[in-house]
């Protein structure tokens, strides 16, 4: 699930690496940081993947002050979009040497589902990339991956400028919600192409005894939203209240 961003990292209250407030790290059992090379590094990907989603913004722009309609913009950006979400997928290598203290279970789930829509959805079933609904995840996953990818790189720095943390832990309100209905919408258009088509499915009899309905698989991935985005969802709403609480910015500031 895309959210957003969707998607990959809007559910921590610091930004990610474990670098939060003075408090939190005046705590005695402070998760360390990463060391200076990881740093360095981290702020390099980071400048990097906010750079190509700048890139899949513009492109997005320029297609469509050229032919002044929303419609079919997805071919404009489909191949840096391809690149910059499956590269995505180093930041579960990231979690797993511990580079970064996210959860590898998580940021896997967050990133493959990405992954997984770009890829076995909108890629295999090039019939649905002419729908209006994958306008909806790309712009919404644009904007949630330039915001984020910034506010981990100002963080890495520590130079956060409020704007960006104040539209880290706000705009996936509309956002969020907006992904996910660009997603299923996706997914459903999907759905009787795949079942024509019996894209990816295997059938008995067959030498490994072995079944797979990828219709029933796209229906079982559509239902997993319903209870997964709205415990997300409140989740980060909870989030917001904590990091932007006025109490919290009167500690930061003392």
Not at 30 to 56: D, E
Not at 83 to 105: D, K, M, R, Y
Not at 176 to 186: C, F, K, R
Request: glycine share 6%; proline share 5%; net charge positive.
């Amino acid at each position: 699930m895309a959210a957003s961003s969707s998607s990959n990292g809007s559910r921590r209250a610091d930004n990610g690496y474990g670098t939060g407030s003075q408090q939190a790290q005046a705590a005695p059992r402070r998760r360390k940081g990463p060391g200076p090379v990881a740093t360095a590094y981290l702020v390099i990907y980071n400048v990097v993947m906010t750079a190509g989603w700048l890139v899949i913004a513009v492109g997005l722009v320029r297609a469509y002050l050229a032919t002044g309609s929303y419609h079919n913009l997805y071919y404009s950006v489909e191949k840096p979009l391809k690149f910059f979400q499956t590269g995505a997928l180093v930041e579960i290598l990231h979690c797993a040497i511990g580079i970064v203290p996210s959860s590898v279970v998580l940021t896997a789930f967050q990133v493959m589902s990405r992954v997984f829509l770009t890829w076995a959805i909108t890629h295999s079933v090039k019939e649905v990339q002419s729908e209006d609904s994958v306008l909806l995840f790309v712009v919404a996953w644009t904007i949630t991956e330039i915001i984020r990818y910034s506010f981990y790189t100002f963080s890495l720095l520590n130079h956060l400028p409020y704007i960006i943390k104040w539209a880290r832990y706000t705009l996936f309100i509309v956002l969020y919600p907006m992904g996910v209905s660009g997603e299923l919408l996706t997914i459903y258009a999907a759905l009787p192409i795949v079942r024509q088509s019996g894209l990816y499915s295997i059938s008995l009899p067959n030498k490994y005894n072995f079944s797979f309905d990828y219709y029933t698989f796209l229906i079982l991935i559509m239902m997993s939203y319903i209870p997964l985005f709205p415990q997300l969802y409140f989740h980060m709403l909870h989030q917001r209240r904590k990091v932007l609480s006025p109490a919290e910015e009167q500690k930061k500031a003392e």
